[in-house]
């Protein structure tokens, strides 16, 4: 798979011994060191996810509307953006947030907040990914939020993604995991029917409504010993998890259309054309791809 994104990589750096050292802060005195036997080890993959996220809050500008991703490794960008603010190296930064979660994860960092009724449109996005095709197609949402995700993205001058490398795939739906799909409450099995009737005979495809325990709807999938009941969205609607054992074949948009057009889904989490860029972390660097 490697050979088959060579072809799309526009600029690799090493990755950084210290992430805190990547864009220093000012006042803050830098010491070359060299590396320890364990920081020249391979490194794990949340520091690859913070490593992405750095590089991405580097095109943050002053008086800049952004929208403001959900998830682990947004998490990095919404810390830094917040530690950058604190120090005055930002300034008047207007934060769109895709999520409840990224609201309260902003807010937290110290982002003004806004929304896109005021804001209609945003400068700049950064958000992680689930799934990156070659194409630069996304597979986004399995955290639930993808509706919001999508109208702050697609609303956006620039998108940029942030994942590390095991994020890339040879198409949407080739990790094995889930595609989602926010669908309404109301009649949500006859809806769960009409997808499945959509994909009939796809080999290896199968679908099922996400669940999650009463006590952690938002953060817990683990359904043995919990009294169940479906995940519900921050648009207090449900999620119908489609799964492809060969990844999805075809015309993306046109499959996208077809999800569309059934009654009672609301949007799907098939990312087509949005991103700008991918920055992605790798254990020997730093990779960025551009539309």
């Known amino acids: 798979m490697r050979a088959a994104w060579s072809r799309t990589l526009d600029m690799a750096i090493p990755l950084p011994h210290l992430l805190h050292s990547d864009r220093p802060l000012p006042a803050a005195a830098s010491h070359a060191t060299p590396p320890s036997a364990s920081e020249s080890a391979a490194p794990p993959q949340d520091e690859l996810k913070r490593v992405a996220a750095h590089r991405a809050v580097e095109l943050v500008e002053s008086g800049m509307v952004l929208g403001l991703g959900t998830g682990s490794t947004a998490a990095h960008a919404l810390d830094r953006i917040g530690d950058l603010l604190r120090c005055g190296v930002l300034r008047d930064i207007v934060g769109i947030p895709t999520s409840e979660w990224a609201a309260a994860r902003a807010a937290a960092a110290g982002i003004p907040l806004s929304d896109l009724n005021a ?3 945003v400068d700049l996005s950064i958000d992680g990914a689930d799934e990156v095709d070659p ?4 597979v986004k949402g399995r955290g639930g939020s993808l509706l919001r995700e999508k109208m702050v993205e697609g609303a956006s001058r620039r998108f940029v993604v942030i994942v590390d ?3 890339l795939v040879p198409r949407l739906g080739a990790s094995g995991l889930a595609v989602p799909v926010e669908v309404i ?3 949500y099995a006859l809806t769960l029917r ?4 959509l994909f009939h005979g796809v080999p290896g495809f199968n679908l099922k409504l996400r669940t999650a325990s009463v006590n952690a709807k938002a953060s817990t999938f683990e359904e043995d010993g919990f009294e169940l009941e479906p995940f519900v969205t921050d648009n207090k609607n449900y999620i119908v998890d489609l799964f492809f054992e060969e990844g999805i074949h075809g015309d993306l948009n046109l499959i996208s259309d077809e999800i569309l057009r059934i009654t ?3 949007e799907h989490g098939m990312f087509l054309g949005l991103a700008s860029s991918v920055i992605v972390a790798r254990k020997d660097g730093v990779v960025v791809m551009d539309k």
Request: glycine share 10%; net charge positive.
């Open 194 to 197: 009409r997808l499945h009737k």
């Open 264 to 266: 009672g889904v609301v």
């Open 119 to 121: 804001h209609p449109v």
């Open 135 to 138: 194409a630069l197609n996304l």
């Open 165 to 167: 490398d095991s994020k």
């Open 185 to 187: 409450p109301f009649g």
